[in-house]
Structures are given as C-alpha cells and as structure tokens.
C-alpha cells in the first residue's frame, strides 16, 4: 500500500494519482493543507524537506519529487507501461515530465498566484502589510516575483513572460502529436509525458484560460482524449470541491479577457 501526501489542488499530486490510477496501484491519501501551510509543518518537513506536495512512502521508504515517483511507481508495479523501451523513445519521452518540472510548472505558478492568490491576498491585507510580508521573505528571487505580481498583476513583465513560456510550450506540445499523429505524444502509448502534462491543462481550463490552446488543433484533440480516460475522471471529477472549482471559474473568467490581449501582443 502506497502513502500518497497530496493535496486536492495541487498539479504536482495530480501527475501521481494518474499513475497510481493508471496501474490500479492501491493506495492511501493523506490530505496536506497548502491553505493551513501543513506542507511547512516540522512533520512534513521531515518526510519531504523542499516543503512541497506530493510525497509517497512505499514499503517504509520516502520517496519525493512527483516525476520521479512516477519513474519509481512504473518500474515497481504491474500495469500498463508508462515509459517506453527503447531508449531513443524513452529519452524523447523523458523531455516532457523536465519541461513540465523546470518550465511549465514556475510559469503556471505565475499565472495562478495572479488569478487566485492575488486577489484573496489583497482582500485580507492591506498594501502596507503585504510590503512588509514580502520584505521578509527569506527567498529573495521568490519575494521580488510575489511583489510584482501583487502590485502590478498582468501588467508585471513576469507575468508576460510566465504566458510566453506556456503558449511556446504548448506550441511545441502540438508540434510534437503532429508529428508522432497521436493519440499520444509518443504515438500509440500512453506514458508519463502524457501523464505530466495533463494536470497544467486542467489547472488552464479550470481558471477559463483554455484559449491559450484553442487554436492548437492537435494539441486540442489530445486533451479531449486525455479528458475520456478512466484515470483523468478520477482526478477532476472526484477530487477537485465544486466551491473551490466555483471560485477558480469566476477569479479566471475576469482575468481571461486580460489574458487574451497579451497573447495577441505577444504573437505566438
Ligand atoms: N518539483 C516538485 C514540485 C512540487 C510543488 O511545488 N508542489 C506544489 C503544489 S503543486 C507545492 O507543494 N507548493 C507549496 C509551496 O510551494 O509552498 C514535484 O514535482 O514534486
């Protein structure tokens, strides 16, 4: 039995729980407040030291970083192969899940914090007290981000940049299922770049930003595949609260509009 930390809203625990889905692997969830900070908590720091979700333990042994937990989970259960054998493929398919880690993942931070926390920030403090917040971060690269973003929101050059590195990605994301003719970006196996990806989409379209795409046929036609499968139902349908889902929708539905003239500035 695997213990699976995670939390409901979190992108990261989701590229877990489609393996785990994905090769019917049993497993117990055990729920991290990111809002009550549990992920910081001397407990949990314990088990993952970054301070982040999502974190398994199997057979006693503590395993973090959700891309290579899916590594792990794939080689030691039975159950559709996630990652291909020859090593060529492998390595075109290893591009994916780092993408995600080292792009697509800080970019989409960017565009989240704008839309959800920002506002919520906003209505509980005031500027004053957000500036002394900020200034006493310890991440000074972390602190500068937060504060741009807080005071000057899509108009902070982060921001800009943040939607820049999503729209080339999923230009690219496109090219890539037109060029191996799908229906997954490898061709006819489903692995764990399709896994790593998916959860960036859901958190776009579950903020009203699936425009970002929507010109990207391919790109388009995999999501929808990706949305029928048995384990993407579990981990939208079930998990995500339809109050938490409620707020996302309208917080996205003022900034689209925002969103939607940038991407026409940016032309890509
Ligand atoms: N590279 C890590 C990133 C994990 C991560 O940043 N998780 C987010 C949730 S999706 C988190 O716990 N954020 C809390 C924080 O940064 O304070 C992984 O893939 O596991």
């Not at 930390?5 to 969830?29: F, H």
């Not at 398919?93 to 919520?120: C, E, G, N, Q, S």
């Not at 729209?167 to 764990?192: H, K, N, V």
Request: hydrophobic residues 40%.
């Amino acid at each position: 039995m695997i213990e699976f930390y995670q939390a409901q809203t979190s992108t990261n625990s989701g590229k877990v729980r489609l393996v785990l889905e994905e090769k019917q692997i049993p497993y117990r969830e055990i729920d991290i407040s990111l809002e009550k900070a549990e992920h910081r908590s001397a407990d949990y720091l314990k088990l993952n030291p970054n301070g982040v979700v999502p974190t398994i333990i199997h057979d006693g042994h503590v395993l973090i970083e959700s891309s290579l937990i899916n590594e792990y989970l794939n080689e030691v259960f039975d159950g559709p192969d996630l990652v291909p054998d020859d090593p060529l493929s492998k390595g075109c398919m290893r591009y994916w899940p780092l993408l995600v880690d080292i792009k697509l993942h800080p970019a989409t931070w960017v565009i989240t914090y704008t839309t959800l926390t920002r506002p919520a920030k906003s209505a509980a403090k005031s500027d004053e007290d957000l500036k002394s917040e900020f200034a006493a971060m310890k991440d000074l690269s972390r602190s500068q981000l937060m504060s741009s973003l807080q005071f000057d929101g899509v108009r902070s050059p982060s921001f800009s940049a943040a939607l820049q590195t999503i729209r080339l990605s999923f230009r690219s994301l496109d090219q890539a299922l037109g060029e191996s003719g799908g229906p997954w970006i490898l061709g006819d196996q489903y692995t764990l770049a399709d896994v790593a990806l998916s959860p960036w989409l859901m958190r776009f379209e579950n903020i009203m930003c699936s425009g970002i795409w929507s010109d990207l046929d391919d790109l388009q036609a995999w999501w929808e595949r990706i949305k029928d499968r048995p384990n993407f139902c579990g981990i939208v349908s079930k998990r995500l609260d339809p109050a938490v889902l409620e707020k996302r929708t309208i917080r996205g539905r003022e900034i689209w509009p925002e969103v939607k003239k940038l991407l026409g500035e940016l032309q890509i």
